[in-house]
């Protein structure tokens, strides 16, 4: 199976001058608990991820105003990705090995067209052995923190 077969095609995203709490807003209303950041929504070349999670700890925690942090401030630049041809076995071992919940798929150009999920794994990949081992392997406490 490759990762275009298990991604969810054309996500929205966010610019990195939007803020924190836009950006939240947005999470709450497209029900999704990551954002790609792009350079802009028109050329779509991915520059940065920012989680649910990263708003939580660098900013509310933090006790930043997030009408006023921009989102390239708290995001992760360099995002790990795959590619749509890629092998979707790949895809999984990179989340596993990195603990990241979310994966975005990026063509050659680095411009976004698609994300890997938890939820897509589960919904797509049909496979529950591979769903459950992500899950726990991604969930595993470490240095890093879990994204």
Do not use: W, Y
Not at 6 to 30: G, L, Q, S, Y
């Amino acid at each position: 199976m490759k990762c275009k077969e298990v991604m969810t095609a054309n996500p929205v995203c966010c610019t990195p001058d939007e803020t924190a709490a836009r950006v939240a807003k947005f999470m709450k209303t497209e029900n999704v608990g990551s954002v790609p950041i792009c350079e802009s929504r028109q050329s779509k070349k991915l520059v940065g991820i920012v989680t649910d999670r990263d708003l939580a700890l660098q900013v509310v925690a933090a006790g930043k105003d997030p009408n006023t942090v921009k989102v390239a401030d708290v995001m992760t630049r360099d995002p790990v990705t795959c590619r749509p041809e890629e092998d979707f076995e790949h895809a999984l071992e990179m989340m596993e090995m990195r603990q990241i919940r979310r994966l975005p798929v990026v063509d050659n150009n680095g411009q976004l067209i698609g994300i890997i999920a938890q939820a897509d794994i589960a919904i797509r990949a049909e496979e529950p052995d591979k769903t459950a081992e992500l899950v726990e392997e991604v969930s595993r406490p470490s240095a890093v923190g879990a994204r």
